[in-house]
């Protein structure tokens, strides 16, 4: 008798995906497809003889249908509102989510518009500033990333959906942390002091009578604004977001502070950083309070990032969760509270 042995993480057969986007989509057959990169889910991109799209296969168990439906609600909002994502497909019977019987579980899948172009340049932002028709991409990406916070402030959602709060961004990726730094007690102790101090400051600007919460923009987040997951069509000079696997309600200077994080993680001139507050600032005011928030958001970035590693690590491997990788981590938070917060 045949058993198979119980599995944690599977690929799916490209072949088999594209027979079942056939029957499912009221698209042109797809005349190919192949397996684009795995991530916090899988992503396949799919071409008919006209069109291509992009399938993404959601890990087993890691978001719900209601925390599926709330991203494809909000992608809708902000198609309607005039914003450029990659939206989702309607099935032939007027479902967003198709279910596959993977051999670990039952795993969602939905097919999403192709953002055309290429990904963001950050490589010449050094230079003095340009014409309109041609601005720096950072530019270019805080002016869209505006347009998202701006065409998405009147969403709302029935679908239950986690929100980018103190829970979800620190305390439960330092418990996903916890247990790689057990031969590192004096690393954990410096990451949970640090922790306590931002967690402070943010409490602080919440319960603070002259700065009360509503002066914090709250609403909804890509979350995972970095400087990709978006494509630029030099042409017109347009950007398309895609990938909101991460979405949700939340602070909008944590969402401006991942931006800020990948300028400083990578090394980028500030420049980058500078050209980006200007896009976004012509678009929509960012108030003292919430610029004043984002250290301390690029340092909650940090920390969540290092949590997602660690929480994913049964898919992903702990090989490259090395004391290589914890000694960069923890030095940029070092480094970054020592020149950045005060």
Partial sequence: MNSAFPVTYSILSVPALLAKITADYAINPPIDGYFLHLGLNDTFRIRTRSIVYIARVYRHGWRTRAEILYELEALRHLQARGVNVAAPIL???????????????????????YA?????????????AQSDDHRSDAYLYGRSVAQVHAASDDFTCDHARFALDLDYL????????????????ADWDYLVGLTQRVCQQIEKWLSD????????????????????NGHI???SRSLTFFDFDCCGRGWRAYDLAVFRWNVGVNGQPLRVWEEFLLGYGEERAIAAIDFAAIPYFVAV???????????????????????????????????????ALE
């Fill in 116 to 128: 055309e172009g290429e990904e963001p340049c950050y490589d010449a932002e050094t230079g003095a």
């Fill in 233 to 235: 069509q030099q042409a």
């Fill in 91 to 113: 099935r032939r019977d007027g479902e967003l989510i198709a279910e596959v019987g993977a051999p670990e579980g039952v795993r969602y899948l939905v097919l999403f518009s």
């Fill in 170 to 185: 620190l305390t439960h990726p330092l418990r996903k942390i916890q247990p790689f730094l057990l031969d590192r007690p």
């Fill in 209 to 228: 009578p002259i700065n009360p919460i509503n002066q914090l923009d709250i609403g909804f987040c890509h979350g995972d604004l970095h400087g990709g």
């Fill in 301 to 339: 970035r940090q920390v969540w990032i290092m949590g997602l590693h660690c929480g994913n690590a049964g898919d992903w491997g702990v090989g490259w969760l090395d004391d290589r990788y914890f000694d960069q981590a923890l030095n940029f938070l070092r480094t970054w509270e020592n020149d």
